[in-house]
């Protein structure tokens, strides 16, 4: 190129630099000012109260962390403390020694606010005088990203006004919008797989909005009720789509003792809104009763440690959950070391569980029910071998001593009426010769039963009061005791897992799959511990527990599939597959699969345990989730007096036809897309599916009754198709 051409070329760009500069800066109001900018974000703040506005210069989007109280119709009509909250950047709940909950925000408590500018951002601090409750919130541009901070060290928790610090919400109107009905906007929860609230103009009087626990309730709080048919939140993330923009906030430091809340329009005021919300305090039950009743409270002593939440921006066609999957798959890969699967590693796309043992109990002790021992394992996969199914890892329950319900933490030897530690050996040498990995199901968090070198006054998880975290279990057989069940303080896990893993990998078992650990996470405050364990302290602990398991067995997998498993574990099972069906909650979607497809392989819960194992193929289909069975080699009536009796349909021989049929149906295909990125999906027609993966292969599931054309293809109801990259089928 001459210099002249060069020349002009330059001038053009400044040019138009410098005239999207001016438009840009026309939608930033002029008491805000300009704190950091980079190549994708610019930042700015009013230095009044903290308020800001994030400009994405990659979309050329403006993103306000409060509306603009001039447009709220209605506004004068609301109370003081929500009259602030939406012209707040923050807002706090704090308590009193009678449990009363407060709150209050920037323009509701009187703070005293300092503003000033930091590294790649500027800072906001606030203190109450009459609370004397204070805290530091730093804004900082991180790359492409807005990362927020509440610093521990700034944080003044309690006063001596017997006031204390219970809860923090950082920008929880920050991209809030009204419905509208030309918008097209939703909030993203992190419910079950992940779910949709979409803008309403009109919604139930009886809505009150999502309010729940990342990774669930801590057992340690002892709340008084759970909902048992609520899907797990198993992600620190939310996020907001309206028209052409959207975001997707990652909770970072603090994830452990936080909320997501959502709030559809009409709730109070007229914007939908999603927010985290850190907490400081524990939330527990004070016993008032020998009968466990009691009343809630918080704990005095504040969880310490830093707060942050990162918040990601996406424009135009990348605006949606798609979109918000993808940064958050990203976001797996940089920060949590998630690695790219290795077909060759685990070339499976079916999981058969088998289920060994459990027993009755009556006056005389316990009966052992033997389902499938090791021998007929063998039978089991001879005959699944003989019908063409080649790829499939086989997971073993109940192997250990006295079957699913025994007295852990002593599982070794194996049960005698499986064949024990020899049986068991065999079976794990026989599978290698096939190359067919053999998993352990095992839980290092619970201890059960008696005379099981457990001794639950010293190595029991205890509540803020001392009490023993226990569940009681009734039994079905008549004379027989109860089971009581324990969880185990975190490092004392640790410490059994180190004494029994060795004895298992010697055993030449190839792989274990932890309960518990992806779907429970508590706090410790037993005293007989060297320091209380907060549930950020679990989490490392039993990281380190995966990284000991990953040291002696060449698989390690857990249940659920907590957020922090990923990049620790090479396979998940039992992942959610929907989201939670109440009112607010619109349409569940794959946000985790989506993120997690061709980082982890993931399995459903066992398909004929299932009340509709035809609708659990098709959305292992649509999901990109791998099925597994679970199979007895004895008929699943044996098992009635016993507490495994919700297995009740195993028995091998009646599930073996659809198996065969799935396996030739499928297998192949999702072999194929099994190291693959989802990269779309997408609603072809209610109750029509599409998946997209990035090496172009399709999915269409129709769970409708109707016929569905795709690509001139039909796709019949109640099935789904295969499309390649061409689209031919």
Known sequence: MSSKKLTICLITVLIALFSWSLLSQAAIPEDFVLTANNSTLALYARPTDGQLIVHDLIHDKIWYSNPDVKQIQGFMMLSDLWQGNLQSPVYIDYFDKRRNVRGANAYFGDPEMEFKFINNGFAMSYYFPSLEIGFLIQYQLDGDSLLVTVPWEHVQAAGEAELQLLSIRVLPFFGAQPSAVDYDGYLLVPDGSGGLMRFKELVSLSQTGFNQWVYGLDPAAAEPTYDFYREPVIMPVYGLKYLDQAFLAVMEQGQEAAKVLATPGGIITDFNWVAGEFWYSQSIIMRTSRQGSGIRIFDENPIPGDRSVRFYFLGNEQANYVGMAKVYREYLIKYQNAKRLDLSEWPAPMMIQLFGADYETNILGPVMQQMTSFDQAKIIVDLLLEQGI????????????????????????????????????????????????????????????????????????????????????????????????????????????????????????????????????????????????????????????????????????????????????????????????????????????????????????????????????????????????????????????????????????????????????????????????????????????????????????????????????EVAGGTFAVFNKEGDQ
């Open 390 to 713: 080649e790829n499939f890892v086989l997971s073993y329950t109940g192997w250990n001593r006295l079957g699913a319900f025994g007295n852990l933490p002593r599982r070794l030897p194996a049960e005698k009426a499986l064949g024990g530690n020899q049986g068991l050996l065999e079976l794990a040498e026989y599978l290698l010769d096939l190359e067919i990995p053999l998993l352990l199901t095992d839980d290092y968090t619970v201890a059960r039963g008696t005379r099981n070198g457990f001794q639950a006054s010293t190595q029991a998880s205890r509540t803020a009061f001392n009490d023993l975290i226990k569940v009681t279990t009734r039994r079905y057989g008549i004379g027989g005791s109860d089971l009581v069940t324990y969880l185990i303080s975190p490092p004392i896990s640790l410490e059994f897992a180190k004494r029994d893993l060795p004895q298992l990998a010697a055993l030449k078992v190839q792989g274990i799959t932890h309960q518990s650990i992806g779907e429970n996470l508590k706090s410790d405050h037993n005293p007989n511990a060297s320091r209380k364990i907060q549930r950020r302290d679990a989490r490392q602990i039993y990281q380190d527990l995966l990284k000991y398991t990953k040291e002696n067995f060449a698989y390690v997998g857990a249940t659920t599939g907590n957020a922090y498993l990923i990049g620790l574990v090479d396979y998940i099972t039992g992942v959610p597959v929907r989201a939670t069906k109440d009112t607010y909650i619109d349409e569940s979607i794959p946000f985790y699969q989506i993120a997690t497809h061709g980082l982890i392989t993931n399995y459903m819960d066992p398909i004929n345990l299932s009340t509709n194992p035809k609708w659990e193929i098709l959305r292992s289909i649509e999901y990109g989730v791998l099925p597994s069975f679970m199979l007895t080699a004895e008929p699943s009536w044996k098992l009635r007096y016993t507490l495994s009796s919700s297995l009740y349909s195993t028995y091998y021989l009646d599930w073996l036809t659809d198996i065969v049929q799935y396996y030739q149906q499928a297998s192949a295909s999702m072999l194929a897309v099994h190291d693959q990125f989802i990269v779309n999906h997408l609603k072809l027609r209610e109750d029509v599916y599409l998946t997209e993966y990035e090496n172009g292969i399709q999915f269409v599931v129709n769970y409708s009754a109707r016929p569905y054309i795709y690509r001139g293809v």
